[in-house]
C-alpha cells in the first residue's frame, strides 16, 4: 500500500473518530453545564468525585486491556485462522470480567463501612456498573482493532455520552436528589455494554471471523502469554493515566471542599473536551502503527506518525488558545459561579497546548510493544502530579491543582518523545510547525492586540474568536497541502458516496 493510501487510510478512521469525539466532548460538557446549572456546586463536586473515582476503578478493573486488546487484534485479524481475533478478545475479557464482578461486589459490601453520606451511597451505585463499564470498553476497543471507529461513534459517542446529558435534564427537571444525578451519568454504561457486544458480533459476521471461543481454545491459550505480558505493565499505566487526568478532582474535595471541586472539575473537563478532538486520530494511528512496524515499513508508520500530530495541533489548538486568552468567555457556559475556575482554564490551555505538539507519542511507544517503558513514563508523571497536588491545593486551591495536572502533562509526553525518536523519528515537523503557527495568528494574536488596546468585553473575545474562526478555515484553506488536508477531504467525499465498509 504506498504512503498516500496509507494517509488516506488513517483519514477514514481519524474521521469517524473525530465524529465520536466531538459527539464525546459536547456530551461530556452538556452533563457538566446541566449539572453545575442546575444543583449546588456542594451536590454536583459529590458527583464529580464519584465519577472520578469510578473512572479510576474502571482503569483498574480492565487492567490496561484495552490498548492490548487493539494492538493485537490488529495484528492478527489477517491471519488465516478464523478463530484468532475470538481468541484475544476472550483472553482479554475473561479474566477482566471476573475481576470486574468481584470489585463490584466487594465495593457494594465494604464502602457501608465507611459511612452513609451521599458520597458513599452514590458510590455504592456506581460500583454495580463496573462490570458493564469494562465489558463496554474492551469490546468497542476490539472493534477497533478490527479496523473502524463506527462502533465506537455509535455507541459510546452517540448512545452512551448523548444519554448521559439526556437523563441529567431529565433528573433536574424532576427531582433535586444527588442520587438521581449520578445515576444519570452512570447507567448508560449498561446500556453500551450491550450494544457494543451486538456491535462486535455483527462486525465479526461481516468479516467472517469467529466473534467468541471457548477460554480453553488453542486460539485463547496461544495468544493469553503473550497478550498479558503486554497488558502487565499497561495496566499499571493505564491507572497511571487515569490517576493524572482524575485523581486530582477527589483530592481538590478532600483538601479544598466538595464546591471548589465543582468548580474545579467544571473549568478543567472543558479544556480536557479538547482532547476528546483528537481522540479519533490517536485511536485510527495505533492499530496502523502496529500494523506497519510488523511490517517492517518503518517509513510509512513514521510518516503516520507525524500526519497524526499535525491533524492533532489543527484540530486542537484552537480550543487550547481561546481557552488561554479568553477564559471568562469559556466559564461563562456554567453561570457566574464559577468564575473562579478562570486560572485553571488558561494554566491548563497551556499545559494542553505542549501536550497536543508532542503528538500521540505513548501510543506510538505501546505500538512498538515498549509497554514497560510507557509504564516507567506514566508513573513518573503521576507521582509528580500527585506530589505536586498535595502540595500546592492546600496552598493555593484549584490553581495548584492546574499547575499539577500541567507539569504532569508536560512528563507524560516528553519521555515517550524522546524514546520513539531513534525508531519513529520526530513526532512533529515543519507542518505541524506551521499549523500551530496558523492557529496562534487566527485566535491569539487579534485577542492579545485587543486587550492591548483596553477592548477586552465578553462581546468583543465572542466576536473576535467568530472572526477567527473565518481566518483560521482561510488559511487551513491555503496551507492545506502542507498539512496534508486533501486527505481528510478525499475521506469526506468517499464517505459521501461510498458505502462499502467504514474504517
Not at 449520578?182 to 461481516?206: E, H, I, K, N
Request: overall charge positive.
Amino acid at each position: 500500500m504506498s504512503e498516500s493510501r496509507e494517509l488516506h487510510r488513517l483519514a477514514r478512521g481519524g474521521l469517524g473518530g473525530l465524529l465520536a469525539s466531538v459527539i464525546t466532548g459536547l456530551g461530556g460538557l452538556a452533563f457538566i453545564t446541566i449539572a453545575a446549572r442546575a444543583f449546588p456546586k456542594a451536590d454536583v463536586g459529590v458527583v464529580f468525585t464519584v465519577t472520578s473515582l469510578f473512572l479510576i476503578a474502571l482503569a483498574v478493573v480492565t487492567l490496561g486491556s484495552d490498548i492490548g486488546l487493539v494492538r493485537f487484534v490488529a495484528m492478527r485479524s489477517e491471519e488465516a485462522d478464523s478463530d484468532h481475533v475470538a481468541g484475544v478478545l476472550v483472553a482479554t475479557l475473561a479474566p477482566v470480567v471476573v475481576i470486574s464482578v468481584g470489585a463490584a461486589a466487594g465495593l457494594w459490601f465494604l464502602l457501608p463501612l465507611l459511612g452513609d453520606g451521599p458520597l458513599v451511597q452514590l458510590a455504592r451505585l456506581f460500583a454495580l456498573f463496573l462490570p458493564f463499564g469494562a465489558v463496554s470498553n474492551l469490546v468497542l476497543a476490539a472493534t477497533r482493532g478490527l479496523g473502524t471507529v463506527r462502533p465506537t461513534v455509535l455507541v459510546e459517542s452517540l448512545l452512551r455520552q448523548g444519554l448521559q446529558p439526556l437523563l441529567a435534564l431529565l433528573v433536574a427537571l424532576r427531582s433535586d436528589d444527588v442520587l438521581w444525578l449520578g445515576l444519570a451519568w452512570v447507567t448508560p454504561y449498561a446500556v453500551s455494554s450491550v450494544a457494543g457486544t451486538v456491535a462486535f458480533r455483527r462486525l465479526c459476521r461481516q468479516r467472517g471471523v469467529a466473534a467468541w471461543v471457548s477460554p480453553r481454545s488453542p486460539a485463547v491459550v496461544g495468544v493469553r502469554r503473550e497478550l498479558w505480558a503486554f497488558n502487565g505493565p499497561r495496566a499499571v499505566t493505564q491507572i497511571a493515566q487515569i490517576g493524572i487526568r482524575r485523581a486530582d478532582i477527589p483530592i481538590v474535595a478532600a483538601l479544598a471542599g466538595p464546591s471548589a471541586a465543582a468548580v474545579y472539575t467544571a473549568a478543567s473537563r472543558f479544556v480536557a473536551a479538547g482532547l476528546q478532538g483528537i481522540k479519533g486520530i490517536q485511536q485510527m494511528v495505533g492499530p496502523q502503527i502496529a500494523r506497519l512496524v510488523a511490517a517492517d515499513r518503518i517509513p510509512s508508520a513514521s510518516l503516520a506518525l507525524r500526519t497524526a500530530t499535525t491533524w492533532n495541533v489543527v484540530i486542537a489548538w484552537p480550543l487550547y488558545l481561546v481557552c488561554a486568552v479568553a477564559p471568562g468567555l469559556v466559564l461563562l457556559l456554567f453561570g457566574r459561579d464559577y468564575e473562579s475556575g478562570t486560572p485553571v482554564v488558561v494554566i491548563l490551555a497551556l499545559g494542553m497546548l505542549i501536550g497536543t505538539a508532542a503528538g500521540p507519542v505513548d501510543i506510538a511507544l505501546l505500538m512498538l510493544g515498549r509497554s514497560a517503558q510507557s509504564l516507567v513514563n506514566n508513573m513518573t508523571a503521576l507521582v509528580t502530579n500527585l506530589l505536586l497536588n498535595l502540595t500546592l491545593v492546600p496552598v493555593v486551591g484549584i490553581t495548584g491543582a492546574a499547575l499539577a495536572w500541567s507539569v504532569a502533562i508536560v512528563v507524560s509526553n516528553a519521555l515517550p518523545t524522546w524514546q520513539i525518536r531513534p525508531i519513529l523519528g520526530s513526532a512533529a515537523d515543519r507542518h505541524t510547525a506551521l499549523a500551530a503557527g496558523l492557529a496562534v495568528a487566527a485566535f491569539a494574536v487579534p485577542p492579545l492586540l485587543a486587550r492591548l488596546a483596553g477592548v477586552d468585553s465578553l462581546t468583543a473575545q465572542a466576536v473576535l474568536v467568530v472572526l477567527g474562526g473565518l481566518v483560521y478555515l482561510a488559511l487551513l484553506h491555503t496551507c492545506r497541502r502542507p498539512l496534508r488536508l486533501p486527505e481528510l477531504a478525499g475521506a469526506v467525499r468517499r464517505r459521501r458516496g461510498r458505502q462499502p465498509q467504514a474504517t
